[in-house]
T-cell receptor, first 109, second 114 residues
Framework: QQPVQSPQAVILREGEDAVINCSSS?????VHWYRQKHGEAPVFLMILLKGGEQMRHEKISASFNEKKQQSSLYLTASQLSYSGTYFCGTGEGAQKLVFGQGTRLTINP | EAQVTQNPRYLITVTGKKLTVTCSQN?????MSWYRQDPGLGLRQIYYSMNVEVTDKGDVPEGYKVSRKEKRNFPLILESPSPNQTSLYFCASSLSRGWYYGYTFGSGTRLTVV
């Protein structure tokens, strides 16, 4: 079963902050975050491992609550280049990564 | 340049005509995987491979075949394509395992089956 992402879409003005959530019903070994721009391939942002630290990529950070099987992606002082669809991928064992449906982020000037 | 190369980028075919989408990586990655992307459904895994000659089904394997005879190549085969296989396909690779390292994705193959 795919993890659930929320919200499905968000519209921001440049400089505003956003949070994207990813929730699974299964015990997780890891959570990945990817960004996909229109017409392009997904690009890896960061990975959070069970028992690991909070990660950061530029002004984007993420946390992983293993007990709640949830992860959140934090975009601080958003830039136009942050626009795209964000996917979380959950590592549930069995050597698989299962992706959520995605969150579309639009940044306006 | 480290990359995953997929071919072709675009393909239009007719129902029942066998086709192969190629995928090659130059990073010596052990793990490779195929995903399909459909609107509102995100990325769904078709097949994955832990290493040469080791493959396993993902969440939507019906109608697809794969092989891993060489470490760098992981072709996706549709032996009898049907219109419900019209989709955007991505090949991905990672250093090893399936969830421990980040994935590098190919540029995608947009397949239309008429």
């Amino acid at each position: 079963q795919q993890p659930v992402q929320s919200p499905q879409a968000v519209i921001l003005r440049e400089g505003e902050d956003a949070v994207i959530n990813c929730s699974s019903s299964k015990a997780l070994y890891s959570v990945h975050w990817y960004r996909q721009k229109h017409g392009e391939a997904p690009v890896f942002l960061m990975i959070l491992l069970k028992g690991g630290e909070q990660m950061r990529h530029e002004k984007i950070s993420a946390s992983f609550n293993e007990k709640k099987q949830q992860s959140s992606l934090y975009l601080t002082a958003s830039q136009l280049s942050y626009s795209g669809t964000y996917f979380c991928g959950t590592g549930e064992g069995a050597q698989k990564l299962v992706f959520g449906q995605g969150t579309r982020l639009t940044i306006n000037p | 340049e480290a990359q995953v190369t997929q071919n072709p980028r675009y393909l239009i075919t007719v129902t029942g005509k066998k086709l192969t989408v190629t995928c090659s990586q130059n990073m010596n990655h052990e793990y490779m995987s195929w995903y399909r992307q459909d609107p509102g459904l995100g990325l769904r895994q078709i097949y994955y491979s832990m290493n040469v000659e080791v493959t396993d089904k993902g969440d939507v394997p019906e109608g697809y075949k794969v092989s891993r005879k060489e470490k760098r190549n992981f072709p996706l085969i549709l032996e009898s394509p049907s219109p419900n296989q019209t989709s955007l396909y991505f090949c991905a690779s990672s250093l090893s395992r399936g969830w421990y390292y980040g994935y590098t994705f190919g540029s995608g193959t947009r397949l239309t089956v008429v």
